[in-house]
């Protein structure tokens, strides 16, 4: 149980070109999802905090207008990268919080290279 | 300000020897503490929590760990390691207000070497 996925593992994008990254939970619902950033070697940053139905929560320093996050349901969750550029290449991880509980499931991430 | 420290950026142990990995928090309340594995290229997967009760914990794939309030530590444990343990571990603590954000250390790299 508590599976969450992420579509696509990987993707390649041209520089502007913008990219929909989504994040499912399979066997649960979650009023909150997370989605985090991750360079090579280092530990998660949180971006954003989704919940349900309601706009999400952007951590300081994160361009709100360029990662757009939507969480239109308690098993779905979407990050979009508009207008990406290279420096945005990364592994993006979201996670999913049961409805009640305090742990977080993590998707299997998703590989961003923008060329 | 909240925080979680790993004092070890990396580890080697041989196979079928002991391991524990240490883990640190700075935290005013008792918090929710949790471990995470992360296997190269792939997301995390939650190993042990600890919210109340019986202070050691037993998790998945053999780990268990410790929370010792007076030391205010979170230490993960097992007993003999195998080559597929091999992996990046995150301590984890969340917070119990503040949209109960979770604060990740900053990891800590275990080889395993024959």
């Known amino acids: 149980g508590a599976v969450v996925s992420q579509h696509p593992s990987w993707v390649i994008c041209k520089s502007g070109t913008s990219v929909k990254i989504e994040c499912r939970s399979l066997d649960f619902q979650a009023t909150t999802m997370f989605w985090y950033r991750q360079f090579p070697k280092q530990s998660l940053m949180l971006m954003a905090t989704?919940?349900?139905?309601?706009?999400?929560?952007?951590e300081q320093g994160v361009e709100k207008d360029k990662f757009l996050i939507n969480h239109a349901s308690l098993t779905l969750s979407t990050l979009t990268v508009t207008s990406a550029h290279p420096e945005d290449s990364s592994f993006y991880i979201c996670?999913?919080?049961?409805?009640?509980?305090?742990?977080?499931?993590f998707g299997p991430g998703t590989r961003l290279t923008v060329t | 300000a909240q925080s979680v420290t790993q004092p070890d950026i990396h580890i080697t142990v041989s196979e079928g020897a002991s391991l524990e990995l240490r883990c640190n928090y700075s935290y005013g309340a008792t918090p929710y503490l949790f471990w995470y594995v992360q296997s190269p290229g792939q997301g995390l997967q939650l190993l042990l929590k600890?919210?109340?009760?019986?202070?050691l914990v037993q998790g998945i794939k053999g780990f268990e760990a410790e929370f010792k309030r007076s030391q205010s530590s979170f230490n993960l444990r097992k007993p003999s390691v195998h080559w597929s343990d091999a992996a990046e571990y995150f301590c984890?603590?969340?917070?119990?207000?503040?949209?109960?954000?979770?604060?990740f250390g900053a990891g800590t790299r275990l080889f395993v070497k024959a």
């Open positions: 600890y919210f109340s009760g019986d202070t």
């Open positions: 989704s919940n349900e139905g309601s706009k999400a929560t952007y």
């Open positions: 984890a603590v969340v917070r119990g207000t503040g949209g109960f954000k979770t604060i």
């Open positions: 996670s999913a919080r049961p409805s009640g509980g305090y742990e977080q499931y």
